[in-house]
């Protein structure tokens, strides 16, 4: 009986991908204080992981830049 389990198991894991992409990936700005303190990714309604807002990706997702001039020209 528990190889059954272990085989469902296996099954359901090697399908969780497989409906991954038809659910919709999106971002949530979690605030405190007036600040982001964290960027949550989420797939439906499920928490994939955490982005640290002053990261690499954090800056991009939240439209920052490292460069004035970049941003400046942005701008205009």
């Given at each position: 009986?528990?190889?059954?389990?272990?085989?469902?198991?296996?099954?359901?894991?090697?399908?969780?991908?497989?409906?991954?992409?038809?659910?919709?990936?999106?971002?949530?700005?979690?605030?405190?204080?007036?600040?982001?303190?964290?960027?949550?990714?989420?797939?439906?309604r499920?928490?994939?992981?955490?982005?640290?807002?002053?990261?690499?990706?954090?800056?991009?997702?939240?439209?920052?830049?490292?460069?004035?001039?970049?941003?400046q020209?942005?701008?205009?």
């Amino acid at each position: 009986m528990s190889e059954n389990t272990n085989t469902e198991t296996t099954d359901v894991q090697k399908g969780a991908p497989a409906e991954s992409p038809q659910e919709e990936v999106s971002y949530h700005a979690v605030e405190k204080d007036g600040k982001i303190t964290a960027i949550w990714e989420m797939r439906g309604r499920k928490h994939v992981r955490t982005i640290d807002p002053r990261s690499h990706e954090g800056r991009h997702l939240l439209g920052h830049t490292d460069n004035q001039e970049n941003a400046q020209s942005a701008q205009a």
